[in-house]
């Protein structure tokens, strides 16, 4: 009995329904472009607003920074990401029919190569090279293994750069917009904003968490020391360029 026909044998109920499950975004979607777009908006005005507060910018010369800078940075980042995706699904087109190519001029070689990457993984060498014969029959299936043995992704898997533009866009917007509120709201207090753009950056840190085997205090305050490195650094360069200007 071939492996397909046991796993079409199997009931509903049976082990695999019981066990199922399901994995992660892993593939540079849209998570990696929130995660990399709230904590970029985050950093970036936090950082902002301390370096032109720090300056001894009036309130509303610190908001117009801040919008500039929220507005600036979520359209260069979706451009970023957008292009970046475009170009690595690009890149992997590219690869797979290189290795079309080669599936069509050298079957025995690419043949062999299957056989190889079963022997890698454990499988005897007679068996492996049934196996590789019969996966060869269809060039489609031949080819996606080679391109993920290879390549490591799978031609079916490519992100949306349209997904992860979005994504960064509204992300980078919401991070960055935090520092900022309490100056649109009539609060015109340094402290207040930093304080704001912390709890951001630990509440995103923590947020990310949820995807990695990390604690969340531990992603929420490494976030945190970031953002207070980069907000600290501007703040001190304002603070040296105001007293100067002055």
């Given amino acids: 009995m071939s ?96 290795e079309r190519r080669e599936l069509e001029r050298h079957p025995e070689e690419e043949l062999g190569e299957l056989v190889g990457m079963l022997r ?44 992860a533009a979005v994504s960064s866009f509204l992300t980078f917007s919401l991070g960055a917009v935090l520092p900022l509120l309490p100056y649109l709201f009539g609060l015109s207090l340094l402290w207040v904003a930093l304080l704001c753009g912390a709890v951001g950056l630990v509440a995103a840190g923590a947020l990310s968490s949820r995807f990695t085997p990390r604690p969340w205090w531990y992603a929420g305050l490494r976030q945190l020391l970031f953002g207070a490195v980069a907000a600290g650094a501007t703040y001190l360069i304002g603070a040296a360029i105001g007293v100067t200007a002055a």
């Avoid at 079409?8 to 695999?16: C, H, S, T």
């Avoid at 600036?72 to 957008?82: C, H, K, N, R, V």
């Avoid at 489609?140 to 079916?156: C, D, I, Q, T």
Wanted: overall charge negative; aromatic content about 2%; glycine content about 12%.
């Fill in 3 to 98: 492996a397909g026909t046991a796993a079409e044998e199997l009931p509903a109920d049976g082990p695999a329904a019981l066990h199922e499950h399901h994995h992660a975004d892993v593939s540079g979607g849209w998570l990696r472009a929130a995660v990399f777009g709230a904590m970029d908006g985050l950093v970036t005005n936090t950082a902002l607003v301390a370096g032109v507060g720090g300056g001894g910018a009036a309130p509303r010369a610190i908001v117009l920074t801040g919008v500039a800078g929220l507005v600036a940075g979520a359209i260069s980042m979706a451009l970023g990401e957008y292009t970046s995706v475009q170009t690595q699904n690009e890149q992997l087109e590219l690869e797979v029919a290189k």
């Fill in 120 to 163: 890698d993984r454990g499988v005897e060498e007679d068996l492996a090279r049934e196996v590789a014969t019969q996966l060869s029959r269809d060039p489609e299936v031949a080819l996606r293994l080679h391109v993920v043995a290879e390549l490591g992704m799978s031609p079916g898997d490519q992100p949306s750069p349209v997904t």
